[in-house]
């Protein structure tokens, strides 16, 4: 089978195109033939190898085929498999339990990680939603029920987990204000934003606004802007951006007095309720996929140059054709 292939950390060309053996499913995996996956922030991270990446593998990447989110239809299935037969289509995130392999013609899965893909997705939007969608999701919800008026605010709201945080937080009736660069703004209006922000043009934390929830996807910032523009009680979830920062934001948030809070949403990925939230808030017309640009299995590399360069607005998507 062809798949992407990067056997040393750096920029996109590492990447190569290559023809591999086809993988052969376990007792208690599924054979799926890919045919989409996205790109996420996570993956460019991966690619440079990035920090987290290297506390476990140091010098070289771990696993040599990128590419978490999936959507495609099952082949084979091992003795064991109950859930899955051929020809079902699913949908998924291999961030857990295989940490990638999606960038391929095939990819063996363990039952437990798929689920059946809604008729009503494209393969293509199904593999735009489940890492940056669940993300979102357990971001907007893990520290307190958001209610209808709040004051929301998403930094960093024009890629991939942002355009998800935007949908989902105008789903449960907040006043949401998106954080981006200008060529993405017009884009979060379209999907809901009441107000946006150009950073380059206006700093959120100076503006005299407060805001219940602040989302920070991008985190540059120290604690005492986020308090200086939080609601009494206000809460900032930091999704990502600077480990340094991220990590005395923390430190410095447990010194806090008062009822504002600053932390971090520890990730479950592949959560099966999550999911299925998605899926209906997806089939109500609640949340969409935002897809920017969608690539081929070649074009990998140009897509991670793309999302390098900050120019995604929302996902982008790869399409994996196969001979019939
Ligand atoms: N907490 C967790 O458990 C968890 C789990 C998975 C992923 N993550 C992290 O979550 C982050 C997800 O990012 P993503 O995939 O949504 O990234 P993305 O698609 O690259 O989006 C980031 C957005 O932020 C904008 N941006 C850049 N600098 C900014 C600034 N100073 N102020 C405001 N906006 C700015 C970018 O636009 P321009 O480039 O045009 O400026 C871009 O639109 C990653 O850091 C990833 O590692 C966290």
Redesign the pocket.
């Known amino acids: 089978m062809k798949a992407i292939i990067f056997t040393k950390y750096g920029l996109p060309e590492v990447l190569q195109l290559k023809e591999v053996g086809n993988p052969v499913p376990k007792d208690n995996e599924a054979l799926v033939e890919v045919y989409a996956s996205s790109?996420?922030?996570?993956d460019?991270?991966t690619l440079k190898g990035?920090f987290?990446n290297r506390i476990t593998a140091p010098f070289k990447p771990k696993h040599k085929i990128p590419g978490t989110d999936l959507a495609g239809q099952i082949k084979a299935v091992g003795n064991n498999v109950k859930q899955f037969k051929p020809y079902d289509e699913i949908w998924g995130d291999l961030?857990f339990p295989l940490a990638s392999g999606a960038f391929a013609e095939y990819v063996c899965v363990p039952e437990d990680a798929l689920r059946l893909k809604p008729a009503s997705m494209t393969y293509e939007e199904a593999a735009a939603i489940p890492?940056?969608g669940v993300?979102?999701l357990?971001?907007l919800l893990s520290n307190r029920p958001i209610q209808p008026g709040q004051k929301v605010l998403i930094?960093?709201?024009?890629?991939?987990?942002?355009?998800f945080a935007v949908q989902i937080a105008k789903h449960f009736g907040a006043e949401v204000t998106a954080?981006?660069?200008k060529?993405?703004l017009e884009m979060l209006s379209l999907i809901g934003a009441d107000h946006v922000i150009d950073?380059n043009q206006e700093d959120f934390t100076k503006n005299g606004q407060h805001y219940d929830l602040i989302l920070d996807?991008?985190v540059?910032r120290w604690i005492f802007d986020y308090k200086r523009v939080l609601a009494l009680d206000g809460i900032a979830d930091?999704?990502?951006?600077s480990l340094p920062r991220v990590g005395l934001n923390i430190l410095l948030g447990k010194m806090m007095t008062g009822k504002q809070k600053i932390g971090?949403?520890?990730?479950k990925?592949n959560k099966k309720e999550d999911l299925n939230y998605l899926k209906e808030l997806f089939e109500a017309g609640k949340v969409k996929p935002v897809i920017d640009r969608a690539y081929s299995l070649e074009e990998v590399p140009e897509a991670f140059r793309y999302?390098s360069?900050?120019?995604?607005?929302?996902?982008l998507v790869i399409t994996v054709k196969h001979k019939s």
């Open positions: 790109l996420n922030a996570a460019l991270e990035a987290v961030s890492t940056a993300v979102a357990q971001n930094n960093g709201s024009g890629g991939s987990v942002g355009t954080v981006d660069s060529e993405k950073y996807v991008v540059q930091m999704v990502g951006g971090l949403t520890a990730w990925p999302l360069e900050g120019r995604a607005k929302g996902k």
